[in-house]
């Protein structure tokens, strides 16, 4: 089993800013413009070849980024959504915010996902559905596509259901050798502090859309037909424009791009890194399947970002979820839950008439996950104290 020696400190995420996120600042500040400006023009260019998309657009949130990415497909008032219940509050927030309804969807037990066939099911029980949201949960993307059989994709396009991913955890991931955000109607990656890369807070829709895309970026700068940097660049007076739409203020400024292009160049490495983390974690804690569940994995190892590696305590566990979480605290180490599912959050709750008997496998998952940390360029030895520290807590 191993005794721990000496007690670390070891966070649930930690940033990496090594490479040239300063440089990059320093231009910022010199240039005397901190707003949108050349360098979220810049990411959004690099963001769109990095994930071969035709259109990618720089946003101040991922919860920005599913806002527009919404509107833009059409959704309105009265109007309902397919989404996983495992998943941030963002994900549903932004359906309430125009005014349309969310319909929880249960999830594969071990990934978290939508499945074709769990989607099949919620098309047979609500057929006036027209929109989902997939979440590819973990950096592990969902079955968009299939060689052979019902993919999600196949489904939708057959009911006239139009897709919104939610790819907050999946930058840089894969499904069938595409690259999350190279596809579909509209893709939205989040940027915040702990995520893949990060730009502090910020986001990006990518699509392969036009129209989405002129009408997200319309949108994110108050309707506005002319973008800031185009009206103080272009031939035209600074001061023309038109107000099409009684749009948002959510745009990323040029300092929080910085940043980005920094994370940008290393994306790959520390995909590269956490997965390491990930192979760790798999094998040193091998011993204890009787007690956790391990990720379901679908993809190549390389296919998948690897932004969380989520376990669930099974009920022959010596301890609760809550009980491991608080033991892990006490070592020091930091540790996460993703999710508490929506439907048992007290708004939703409160709003809608929610079973949780039709969620069994969101149920099962949240009666154990917890989230262990996974970041690039943990030393071995921060790992070898968590796994001791997990067989520790876990020893019968």
Excluded at 167 to 195: L, Q, R, W
Excluded at 291 to 300: A, K, N, Q, R, T
Aim: aromatic share 10%; glycine share 6%; with cysteine.
């Amino acid at each position: 089993m191993g005794e721990v020696s000496r007690k670390m400190t070891i966070p649930f995420a930690r940033v990496p800013m090594a490479g040239n996120e300063l440089k990059y600042i320093d231009e910022v500040l010199k240039s005397g413009w901190l707003t949108t400006a050349s360098k979220a023009r810049e990411l959004e260019e690099r963001f769109a070849d990095y994930v071969h998309a035709p259109y990618a657009c720089a946003v101040n949130s991922g919860t920005s980024a599913l806002h527009l990415g919404l509107e833009a497909l059409g959704v309105g008032p009265g109007d309902k959504v397919f989404l996983p219940s495992m998943t941030f509050t963002a994900t549903a927030e932004v359906i309430r915010y125009l005014q349309a309804d969310p319909v929880f969807l249960d999830v594969e037990y071990g990934s978290n996902l939508i499945t074709p066939e769990i989607l099949e099911s919620a098309i047979r029980m609500h057929p006036d559905v027209r929109y989902l949201i997939v979440v590819h949960y973990g950096g592990q993307a969902a079955q968009m596509f299939s060689k052979d059989g019902k993919s999600i994709t196949s489904l939708c396009k057959e009911h006239d259901i139009k897709i919104l991913e939610d790819a907050a955890h999946a930058f840089p991931s894969k499904i069938e050798d595409k690259m999350v955000g190279s596809y579909g109607d509209a893709t939205c990656f989040s940027f915040y502090a702990n995520k893949t890369i990060t730009t502090g807070e910020g986001g990006m829709l990518t699509t392969v859309d036009e129209e989405i895309f002129n009408r997200v970026r319309m949108m994110r700068l108050h309707g506005i037909d002319r973008d800031i940097w185009n009206r103080y660049t272009d031939n035209k007076p600074s001061w023309e424009y038109d107000v099409k739409a009684p749009g948002y203020k959510y745009n990323m400024p040029d300092i929080n791009a910085a940043i980005g292009l920094a994370q940008i160049e290393k994306a790959e490495e520390f995909r590269r890194e956490r997965q390491k983390v990930a192979e760790y974690y798999l094998k040193h804690l091998s011993s204890l399947q009787h007690v956790l569940d391990f990720p379901l994995i679908h993809v190549p190892f390389e296919h998948h970002s690897w932004h969380l590696f989520t376990v669930v305590l099974t009920q022959k566990a010596p301890v609760s979820r809550n009980q491991f979480i608080e033991r892990m605290a006490e070592a020091g180490i930091g540790t996460s839950v993703h999710y508490k599912p929506l439907h048992r959050m007290t708004y939703y709750q409160r709003t809608y008439p929610l079973v949780a008997e039709n969620l069994r496998n969101t149920e099962k998952t949240w009666n154990g996950n917890v989230s262990l940390p996974i970041f690039p360029f943990m030393k071995e030895e921060e790992l070898e104290y968590i796994c001791t520290n997990i067989k520790l807590i876990l020893s019968l």
